[in-house]
């Protein structure tokens, strides 16, 4: 069965510092994708990033980096020097290749930057 | 860049009374789904809608939900008799060749139900 676990329910942090948001799924199937999505006040989801299980590549886009880990099924994922607009809820989501073509949500982790 | 649409952004309805929820999806997009949110939780799937018929359901879509694409351009979800557990944000999205053949998932900015 196919599971998402954010265990970070909330995190706190000051401005410019950097966080690191975890993300552990679970799949049996050998194709899958990944995603991360922000969902600000406002209420909308943003989609941050896909990554099929073929790509274990780690990226970086602005002062967003992701860390997928195929050995220890993490898809983690880092802001560097925080900024309050960066104020929101992320989740990771799973997607796995076959029968299925839904998103399966982690539970979120809110994310509070201080100035 | 072109976006999914949803209509109206908050619904207040009574208990028991039907609700359309509107959605124009992106217009090449060929898959179409809805998700909720109950407020402070986590995204639920809800359906997957392909070729005009429901491709897959979850548990929470039961026989008082149902999906239309009545004009070749909107997607809709109706709740038939609502209840006040069905107050949560509901959110469309759409996507090319679906998520399996790696094409994104765009999500609409939610419609807000409550039931009172």
Redesign the interface.
């Known amino acids: 069965a196919q599971k998402v676990t954010q265990a970070q329910t909330e995190i706190s942090v000051v401005e410019k510092e950097d966080v690191t948001l975890d993300c552990v799924y679970e799949t049996r199937d050998t194709t899958y994708y990944l995603f991360w999505y922000k969902q600000p006040p406002s209420g909308e989801l943003v989609f941050l990033i896909r990554r099929n299980s073929f790509d274990e590549q780690n990226e970086i886009s602005g002062r967003y980096s992701w860390n997928f880990q195929k050995s220890t099924s993490s898809f983690n994922f880092t802001i560097t020097a925080s900024q309050v607009v960066d104020s929101a809820v992320y989740f990771c989501a799973l997607s796995e290749r076959g029968d299925t073509d839904k998103l399966i949500f982690g539970t979120g982790t809110r994310l509070q930057v201080f100035p | 860049e072109p976006e999914v649409t949803q209509t109206p952004s908050h619904q207040v309805t009574q208990m028991g009374q039907e609700v359309i929820l509107r959605c124009v999806p992106i217009s090449n997009h060929l898959?179409f789904?809805w998700?909720r949110q109950i407020l402070g939780?986590?995204?639920?799937?809800l359906v997957?809608f392909?070729n005009n018929e429901i491709?897959?359901k979850?548990e929470i879509f039961d026989d008082q939900f149902s999906v239309e694409r009545p004009d070749g351009s909107n997607f809709t979800l109706k709740i038939r008799s609502t209840k006040l557990e069905d107050s949560a944000?509901y959110?469309c999205a759409s996507s090319q060749q679906?998520?399996?053949n790696?094409s994104?998932?765009?999500?609409?900015?939610?419609t807000?139900l409550t039931v009172t």
Do not use: A, D
């Open positions: 898959y789904y998700y939780q986590k995204v639920e799937f997957s392909y491709s897959e979850s944000m959110f679906g998520v399996t790696n994104p998932l765009h999500f609409g900015n939610g807000r």
